[in-house]
Every structure is written in structure tokens, then in C-alpha cells.
């Protein structure tokens, strides 16, 4: 079954609490939060996607996917922990080397979280290989990290095929999630691809009628 999880990047703040009510009542699988730190991508959301976070927390009891896009990754994993999100990811690329990788992995999961780890479209999906079996979700970027509404950067549907074919070959039930761009035209794809889990923003919070687009994407 696939799931969509709806990215709140572009809700406005003085529609939150009902767009908030809606995207539940329309049964997104998860409110998708991408928390930006001006640093690892230009623009900052923290602030406002914590807010957020807490307006959801007292509103639904919709599960919550954190989408770290930030280079201090510890401190975003304690502010997110309390909230206890049934995600958090963190970019390999904001890692220095596979220990501390391996030091995000124990702590969100000590926390009873479960772990994705998200790639940009340049990097190779061989390197996170051996991070695989220790994670719950690998989130392939098909658009550069940073900003919502931007167009679904096709060659990233190669690397969710080849990704897949990795993780059935070595037996690995790691779910795969894609980021970016997806809408009615190209969430076809994404699924046809191997996806899991579909992250859509623009096209469900700009559509007039939520339950019938995050039918639409999830195609039944
Ligand atoms: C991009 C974010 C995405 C994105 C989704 O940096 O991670 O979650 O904003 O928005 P759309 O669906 O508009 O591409
Ligand atoms: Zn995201």
C-alpha cells in the first residue's frame, strides 16, 4: 500500500489550523515536516516548522515524518524527539564520516523513532549500502533539497529502481521514500519505480480537494 505523506512547507500561517484539520480529515498517512537551517540549504523553516509541529501535536494524531535539511543534525533530533514523530531523517551528505552516521542511527532509535536517511539527486545510492540494514527508510530526493514546487528531476526515478532492486536482492524490507516535485503526472512513476512512501506538497496544498488528490497520488 502505497502511503503519501503531505509536506506543510507551503501552508500559510493564517490558514495552519484548518489546512491542518483537513490534510487529516482527507487521511494523509503522515504530516511531512522539512526543517530547513540556512546553512545545509539556503532557506530557514525551523522556526516556523516547529510552530507547527506543536499546532499539529494538539490537533491530530496523524503521524509525523521529520525531514531534517540541516548541518547540526543533533540538535534538531533532541528538539524533534519530544514530539516523538514516527520519523526522523537526516542528509548523509550533512555527515562527516560513517561513525557519526552510525551515532544519529543509535540515538533516534534509542528514542523509539524509527531512521531514514535521504540523499540529494548527485549523490549515489551506493553509498548508503551499508547503512541500509540499520534504517527503516531511505528518502531519495527527485528535486534539490531546499524549496517546494520545483519540477521532479528524472533521473532520480533510476536511482529509486536501482535502489530497490538493491534492497530485494539483499532481503531488506527498508521502506523508500521520494521527495520532491511529485504530483498526478509523475506520481505514476515514482510508484512504478519503487516507492513507498510519496511526499507531495504544492500539488495537495494548492488542489481544492485534499482527499481526492492524495487519492489520486497514492493511484487507487
Ligand atoms: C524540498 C522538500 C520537499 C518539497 C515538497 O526541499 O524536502 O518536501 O518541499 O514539495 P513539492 O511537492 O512542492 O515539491
Ligand atoms: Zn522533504
Same mark, same amino acid.
Do not use: W
Given at each position: 500500500?502505497?502511503?503519501?505523506?503531505?509536506?506543510?512547507?507551503?501552508?500559510?500561517?493564517?490558514?495552519?489550523?484548518?489546512?491542518?484539520?483537513?490534510?487529516?480529515?482527507?487521511?494523509?498517512?503522515?504530516?511531512?515536516?522539512?526543517?530547513?537551517?540556512?546553512?545545509?540549504?539556503?532557506?530557514?523553516?525551523?522556526?516556523?516548522?516547529? =510552530? %507547527?509541529? #506543536? !499546532? *499539529? &501535536? $494538539?490537533?491530530?494524531?496523524?503521524?509525523?515524518?521529520?525531514?531534517?535539511?540541516?548541518?547540526? /543534525?543533533?540538535?534538531?533530533?533532541?528538539?524533534?524527539?519530544?514530539?516523538?514523530?514516527?520519523?526522523?531523517?537526516?542528509?548523509?551528505?550533512?555527515?562527516?564520516?560513517?561513525?557519526?552516521?552510525? =551515532? %544519529?542511527? #543509535? !540515538? *533516534? &532509535? $534509542?528514542?523509539?523513532?524509527?531512521?531514514?536517511?535521504?540523499?540529494?539527486?548527485?549523490?549515489? /545510492?551506493?553509498?548508503?549500502?551499508?547503512?541500509?540494514?540499520?534504517?527503516?527508510?531511505?528518502?531519495?530526493?527527485?528535486?534539490?533539497?531546499?524549496?517546494?514546487?520545483?519540477?521532479?528531476?528524472?533521473?532520480?526515478? #533510476? !536511482? *529509486?529502481?536501482?535502489?530497490?532492486?538493491?534492497?530485494?536482492?539483499?532481503?531488506?524490507?527498508?521502506?523508500?521514500?521520494?521527495?520532491?516535485?511529485?504530483?498526478?503526472?509523475?506520481?505514476?512513476?515514482?510508484?512504478?519505480?519503487?516507492?513507498?512512501?510519496?511526499?507531495?506538497?504544492?500539488?495537495?496544498?494548492?488542489?481544492?480537494?485534499?482527499?481526492?488528490?492524495?487519492?489520486?497520488?497514492?493511484?487507487?
Amino acid at each position: 500500500m502505497i502511503e503519501v505523506s503531505t509536506s506543510i512547507l507551503s501552508v500559510k500561517e493564517e490558514d495552519s489550523t484548518k489546512t491542518f484539520y483537513n490534510l487529516e480529515t482527507a487521511k494523509t498517512d503522515y504530516f511531512h515536516i522539512d526543517v530547513m537551517d540556512g546553512k545545509f540549504v539556503e532557506n530557514n523553516t525551523s522556526n516556523m516548522m516547529y =510552530k %507547527y509541529t #506543536e !499546532k *499539529i &501535536k $494538539q490537533i491530530s494524531n496523524t503521524p509525523l515524518d521529520i525531514h531534517l535539511m540541516v548541518n547540526d /543534525i543533533n540538535k534538531y533530533i533532541e528538539e524533534y524527539i519530544p514530539v516523538y514523530p514516527s520519523y526522523i531523517t537526516f542528509h548523509l551528505e550533512a555527515c562527516k564520516n560513517k561513525e557519526e552516521v552510525f =551515532k %544519529y542511527i #543509535e !540515538k *533516534i &532509535k $534509542q528514542n523509539g523513532i524509527k531512521v531514514g536517511i535521504a540523499i540529494k539527486p548527485e549523490t549515489k /545510492i551506493e553509498d548508503m549500502y551499508k547503512f541500509l540494514p540499520y534504517i527503516h527508510l531511505v528518502l531519495i530526493m527527485t528535486v534539490e533539497p531546499g524549496k517546494g514546487g520545483q519540477k521532479l528531476i528524472p533521473y532520480t526515478l #533510476e !536511482k *529509486i529502481n536501482d535502489i530497490k532492486k538493491y534492497l530485494m536482492d539483499n532481503n531488506l524490507d527498508t521502506y523508500i521514500e521520494a521527495d520532491g516535485g511529485i504530483n498526478l503526472e509523475t506520481s505514476k512513476d515514482v510508484i512504478n519505480a519503487g516507492a513507498d512512501i510519496l511526499v507531495a506538497g504544492s500539488a495537495i496544498i494548492n488542489s481544492n480537494n485534499y482527499e481526492e488528490i492524495i487519492k489520486k497520488i497514492r493511484r487507487i
